[in-house]
């Protein structure tokens, strides 16, 4: 028997891997008024924390390449024109920064994060989000860091794109273009 999943779980998880996506890359899908460098290749160590507490939340571990970070720049950046009113990126004396004002499936979130740090060995993002509509609950604010360091090569069966998720889930971003038609409109 097939359950159908709830549309708040679908819309939560619709965030998540948004988000967790967003983060891996640093906001590195958005407009081009400044352009933020490309990671170096190899073995990321992605952790979400709460800033406020720096509670560990979420850490995955992503194999990336160039052509990987371009790849999705370029599948996010359309998909962010459709959902995003606002997205820009600016260089500012100490990294980037980054403004965002998206709705998906009945919630808003405007975002505004600040990078520091090289796409050499690691990289911080401090995010402050507002996400509200319908499917929220209600209005939600948060303040999340991500913290991103280079571990080394990529383990030997892993391809660039794969995202290893919490409890070993992995994920190949590439193949997340098939998967598309599933995130709620």
Not at 30 to 53: F, H, N, Q, S
Request: hydrophobic share 40%; proline share 5%.
């Amino acid at each position: 028997m097939i359950k159908r999943v709830p549309s708040m779980i679908r819309s939560r998880t619709a965030w998540l891997i948004a988000g967790a996506m967003v983060a891996g890359v640093a906001g590195m899908a958005v407009a081009r008024a400044d352009e933020m460098p490309t990671r170096k290749p190899g073995l990321w160590e992605i952790r979400m924390l709460d800033a406020a507490t720096k509670a560990a939340g979420m850490t995955m571990q992503q194999c990336t390449d160039a052509a990987t970070d371009k790849d999705l720049t370029s599948n996010l950046s359309p998909m962010a024109k459709q959902t995003c009113s606002k997205n820009d990126v600016k260089k500012t004396a100490a990294g980037y920064m980054t403004d965002a004002v998206c709705t998906v499936n009945g919630m808003s979130m405007t975002s505004h994060s600040d990078v520091t740090g090289d796409f050499n060995s690691a990289y911080t993002v401090q995010v402050t989000s507002k996400v509200s509509g319908t499917s929220a609950g209600g209005p939600r604010e948060t303040t999340m860091t991500v913290e991103a360091k280079w571990l080394g090569p990529c383990k030997p069966d892993q391809k660039p794109g794969d995202i290893v998720m919490p409890g070993g889930f992995k994920i190949n971003i590439t193949d997340m273009q098939k998967l598309k038609g599933l995130l709620p409109k």
